[in-house]
Nanobody, 124 residues
Framework: QVQLVESGGGSVQTGGSLRLSCAAS????????MGWFRQAPGKEREGVAH???????NYADSVKGRLTISRDSAKGTLYLQMNSLKPEDTAMYYC??????????????????WGQGTQVTVSS
């Protein structure tokens, strides 16, 4: 079955960096849109970035210029490079897979498979 396993979360100070990874298995990684989402306590899950099968990316306005999504189809792994982190980036981060080559939206309901999440905490 499809499995997504995130890693790389942790605690950093404002301005710090982290690199999240998401190892995918159980399906042909290169054929699905992949996305990163986050959810802070008391808030709804929101889309952060997504990447389609041809490598085209899209970002939430709040993270543009600071976060970079990428994928390595040979390794079946999705990445999120996080730079210039802010306290408002504190959240549980999830990777997700959508069963189409193109992403088109950040609606969580459009994504069929989810990882268990990795916590990112940014202190001021």
């Amino acid at each position: 079955q499809v499995q997504l396993v995130e890693s790389g979360g942790g605690s950093v100070q404002t301005g710090g960096s982290l690199r999240l990874s998401c190892a995918a298995s159980g399906y042909i990684f290169s054929t699905y849109c992949m996305g990163w989402f986050r959810q802070a306590p008391g808030k709804e899950r929101e889309g952060v970035a997504h990447i389609n099968t041809s490598g085209a990316t899209n970002y939430a306005d709040s993270v543009k210029g600071r976060l970079t999504i990428s994928r390595d189809s040979a390794k079946g792994t999705l990445y999120l490079q996080m730079n210039s982190l802010k306290p408002e980036d504190t959240a549980m981060y999830y990777c997700a897979a959508k069963r189409t080559p193109y992403c088109l939206s950040f609606a969580p309901t459009d994504y069929s498979y989810w990882g268990q999440g990795t916590q990112v905490t940014v202190s001021s």
